[in-house]
């Protein structure tokens, strides 16, 4: 079982930056794909950006590109969300995913690939 603690959301401005992290429980955290989602209130939670187990590959989510980015550190069993000239239509929770298994390389978008899912971090953006 994998355990994810999502962390480092809050209140910014329009502008402004954030990063997420997320913490994995878990011996064999590098060989975890990751994603990061988001839900705003009253809609459907969308795919963000992921990370290939390798750390070799991501996929960044139109709506993002240029502003959102993800990396990890091995060592830490950590995942970042570097969020960088955030907009209020930003706001909303965010959620850490990993997918038990994965071929080296491959990028994951659904929701249905993954398998664990952290609590999710409130990200706020005022206008």
């Known amino acids: 079982q994998v355990q994810l603690v999502e962390s480092g959301g809050g209140l910014v401005q329009a502008g402004g930056s954030l990063r997420l992290s997320c913490a994995a429980s878990?011996?064999?955290?590098?060989?975890?794909?990751m994603g990061w989602f988001r839900q705003a209130p009253g809609k459907e939670r969308e795919f963000v950006v992921s990370?290939?187990?390798?750390?070799?590959?991501?996929y960044t989510a139109d709506s993002v590109k240029g502003r959102f980015t993800i990396s990890r550190d091995n060592a830490k069993n950590t995942v970042y969300l570097q969020m960088n000239s955030l907009k209020p239509e930003d706001t909303a929770v965010y959620y850490c995913?990993?997918?038990?298994?994965?071929?080296?390389?491959?990028?994951?978008?659904?929701?249905?690939?993954?398998?664990?899912w952290g609590q999710g971090t409130q990200v706020t953006v005022s206008s």
């Open positions: 990370l290939s187990r390798g750390g070799g590959s991501t």
């Open positions: 878990g011996r064999t955290f590098s060989t975890y794909p």
């Open positions: 995913a990993a997918r038990g298994t994965g071929y080296a390389g491959r990028i994951y978008v659904s929701e249905h690939d993954y398998d664990y």
